[in-house]
């Protein structure tokens, strides 16, 4: 009976680390959520790459990262310019705040 119980308690934490790990690699394989992209954002965020349009932004622009967020996984697909890794394409585009979309 004892053994019973810990075969038990072994298979049930095994399966818990398992879930814990599927969830892991589900979360960072996707930008953070669990959702799957939109196709219609997907979709969006490819016509605006293919139209030369740029979003210009820095890391601690709470605006940019809710902007990027509304993108989710498709953000990737936006040309961005880190303004704090970037400053000279930054300067060059006269870019005053952030965010900032320009289009060609």
């Known amino acids: ?8 308690i072994i298979s049930a934490a095994v ?3 398992l879930i814990i790990i599927a969830l892991a ?13 939109d196709p219609q954002v997907t979709s969006l965020a490819q016509c605006l790459s293919d139209k ?7 890391v601690w622009c709470s605006r940019c990262q809710a902007q ?14 880190e303004c704090t890794t970037d400053a000279q394409k930054c300067i060059d585009a006269k870019i005053e705040s952030y965010p900032t979309w320009t289009f060609a």
């Not at 009976?1 to 038990?8: D, F, Q, R």
């Not at 690699?25 to 992209?37: R, W």
């Not at 989710?72 to 040309?79: D, Q």
């Open 1 to 8: 009976m004892a053994s019973e119980t810990k075969m038990l």
């Open 15 to 17: 399966f818990i680390v």
């Open 25 to 37: 690699v589900a979360v960072k394989s996707d930008n953070g959520t669990l959702i799957p992209p």
């Open 52 to 58: 030369g349009v740029k979003m210009y932004g820095a």
């Open 68 to 81: 990027k967020k509304l993108f989710g996984s498709a953000f990737k697909l936006i040309n961005y310019v």
